[in-house]
């Protein structure tokens, strides 16, 4: 809620605030009136998923007191909920300010009395999320702000099955950060009665490379495409060390690295943004790419849990695959094996998010499995993973934003994981006298031409976010008659939860007659709006730039 922004920014210079801190509200109280505005004028929310915002002073900002306020409602909310000994597990990425987010947390867990297993340096969203079901802790804190700008970070919780928390355990623990109104409400320092905070390092890295290095599929393809010229880069992320280990552990020898950003650095000085969704950012890479003629390159985002790939095409020029081919490609690839090795039987399944291609589902329906479809985000992946254990087994699951897991090892996005199964992939490929872009034209041949595109309105702000709420309210009430020239033939609001069997989310869906889909909905962790547009046929390039058109003009 709104509140008084200068009685907010008063009480922290009045109150128990280190001197830079205040140093800062003071500058932006003498200089910089909007910004002073945009930091006091409401507290950071504490969402579904935890925090993510600016770093900086203010009750709007990621800081070490927002940190603390946030990691105290978490703590009393295990107290209040849960039964026996506690326990949490803690990483951080190379963010300015991670670690000392992440030390902050470990210390008011610790002064609650609960004990926390905190990693010795910077480390990947999955490695986390293993380390929670390895330890077997109540909850795990990811410090990070995924792909953000530098000047953003964040706070990611998840709960005991190594996944981010869902309903109604977010919305509970949301409700008990809430009732930390002020820095004074929270336990900073470890005292008496404290629980321990034990250091994780080598041996938990050992254990997560075992176990997901033993789901991989094609030990003899990896062998006789060992010399695969692969260019990989972390983006100045953690995925620095753990992803080139894994490839080497699978045999891959020409593991090409490009050494200005291998430099772990939350000033990210090489790419303007380290998301590799953006051509950009894979800039650098493709240029060592060309200089060293390689068949392959990878990038990781800052906290390794999302993957984007560039290939050569048929005139050895390289070009960028979207998540949904990256996605739609380890599918297929995925499956067939399974089947190949027959493993493949009515209990396994893949998952997908609702803006996420089609094209997934028609595979697994080709190889005569299930395709959930979920919410976006992965958690809701994770979700369907942890309802169905016991009853069925994950194979494998997808988003559109680069994000992909195997197994059931680590419950999110796993970076990692993801990288070797390309790589695998491309081996598997090249033993049929494919590349991994020849591969995925035989996917279109097999199952029909797909295409997306995505464009996200960034509108900052409070302004910004009532003009992103008066775009969803004006679509609710004058909804697209058409798509590119066809008719809208249904309209999946889900807002309406009784309608679409999902949990209620601000998003709404218009599909056409001839398949094609827009989706639109505010994103949950960044001051933007985005349009997802997915369009097949033959000329589905020419639909997915009418409707950019369309829609966003």
Not at 387 to 397: H, L
Request: aromatic share 8%.
């Amino acid at each position: 809620m709104t509140q008084d922004y200068i009685e907010a920014a008063r009480k922290w210079l009045d109150g128990d605030f280190d001197e830079e801190t205040k140093k800062e509200v003071r500058r932006l109280m003498d200089s910089d009136p909007a910004a002073l505005e945009d930091a006091f004028y409401k507290n950071l929310e504490f969402g579904t998923g935890g925090l993510r915002g600016l770093m900086g002073a203010g009750t709007n900002r990621m800081n070490r007191y927002t940190v603390g306020m946030a990691t105290q409602g978490l703590a009393n909310y295990m107290k209040d909920n849960v039964k026996g000994d506690l326990s949490v597990a803690i990483s951080f990425d190379s963010r300015n300010h991670s670690h000392e987010f992440a030390r902050i947390a470990a210390n008011v867990l610790s002064a609650n009395g609960i004990h926390v297993y905190l990693y010795d340096c910077i480390h990947p969203v999955p490695l986390m999320s293993y380390a929670v079901r390895a330890k077997k802790a109540t909850a795990g804190v990811m410090v990070t702000a995924s792909h953000n700008p530098k000047e953003y970070n964040g706070y990611k919780v998840f709960w005991s099955d190594g996944a981010q928390i869902t309903s109604p355990v977010d919305k509970d623990i949301v409700a008990e950060v809430a009732k930390i109104t002020d820095p004074s409400l929270v336990k900073f320092t470890p005292g008496e009665g404290a629980g321990k905070i034990e250091m994780m390092g080598h041996e938990m890295d050992e254990a997560y490379m075992n176990d997901v290095l033993g789901l991989l599929l094609s030990p003899e393809s990896r062998a006789r495409h060992s010399d695969l010229k692969i260019v990989y880069t972390p983006l100045h992320g953690c995925g620095v060390r753990i992803v080139p280990e894994c490839l080497d552990r699978l045999g891959f020898k020409n593991i090409i690295h490009v050494p200005e950003q291998d430099v772990s650095d939350g000033n990210f000085p090489t790419v303007a943004s380290p998301n590799p969704e953006e051509h950009g950012a894979l800039e650098m890479a493709i240029a060592v790419a060309e200089r060293e003629g390689a068949d392959l390159v990878m990038a990781t985002d800052p906290d390794a849990d999302r993957v984007g790939i560039a290939v050569r095409d048929n005139d050895g020029k390289i070009v960028l695959f979207n998540g949904n081919q990256t996605a739609s490609m380890l599918t297929y690839y995925i499956l067939t094996r399974w089947k190949e090795l027959g493993r493949l039987d009515s209990t396994k399944y893949v998952v997908k998010t609702i803006v996420t291609s089609s094209l997934i589902s028609k595979i697994a329906a080709s190889f005569g499995i299930r395709c959930y479809d979920v919410l976006t985000g992965f958690k809701f992946i994770a979700d369907v993973v942890r309802r169905n254990e016991g009853k069925g087994e994950f194979i494998c699951g997808g988003e559109e934003s680069y994000g992909f897991n195997v197994g059931e090892y680590v419950r999110d996005k796993d970076a990692p994981i993801s990288c070797c199964f390309i790589a695998e992939c491309a081996a598997w490929a090249a033993d049929r006298g494919l590349t991994l872009y020849q591969l995925m034209q035989e996917i279109y041949k097999e199952y029909g031409y797909h295409r997306e595109g995505l464009v996200s309105l960034v509108r900052k702000g409070k302004t910004g976010s009532e003009e992103i709420q008066k775009i969803m309210a004006d679509m609710r009430q004058n909804p697209p008659k058409a798509l590119a020239g066809t008719p809208v033939v249904k309209v999946v609001d889900y807002l309406e939860p009784e309608k679409t069997g999902l949990p209620k989310s601000n998003v709404l869906q218009f599909f056409s007659s001839e398949g094609d889909v827009v989706s639109v909905r505010p994103s949950g962790t960044e001051p933007k709006i985005k349009f997802y547009f997915g369009a097949v046929g033959d000329n589905a390039e020419a639909k997915i730039e009418a409707l950019r058109k369309q829609f966003v003009g």
